[in-house]
């Protein structure tokens, strides 16, 4: 079993930047492909980016690309979701995921373990 706690979500204007990380328990998480996603009112959970197990290979959806970086320290059990350039359409609860696979996956249906996610407001 692995839980995942989400830390660093806020208000922050447009232009600004957060980092998000979310620590996870157990004694997997180097064996574990980690993703985030969010999820705005009214809207379906969506993929944000993901790394691999080593870190070695990340996947951004298109709307992140160029402003977002996710990174991940296995030596913590932590990983990691830079957010720079943040516009209001960023503004969603943000949720960490883990998957019992060692690659990357975009899928909500693609993962095993959910954190409890957290607010990110950016404001024009």
């Known amino acids: 079993q692995v839980q995942l706690v989400e830390s660093g979500g806020g208000l922050v204007q447009t232009g600004g930047s957060l980092r998000l990380s979310c620590a996870a328990s157990?004694?997997?998480?180097?064996?574990?492909?980690m993703g985030w996603f969010r999820q705005a009112p009214g809207n379906e959970r969506e993929f944000v980016a993901a790394i691999s197990a080593s870190g070695g290979s990340t996947y951004y959806a298109d709307s992140v690309k160029g402003r977002f970086t996710i990174s991940r320290d296995n030596a913590k059990n932590t990983v990691y979701l830079q957010m720079n350039s943040l516009k209001p359409e960023d503004t969603a609860v943000y949720y960490c995921a883990a998957r019992r696979n060692l690659r990357t996956a975009q899928g909500v249906q693609d993962y095993d373990y959910w954190g409890q996610g957290t607010q990110v407001t950016v404001s024009s």
């Open positions: 157990g004694r997997t998480f180097s064996t574990n492909a």
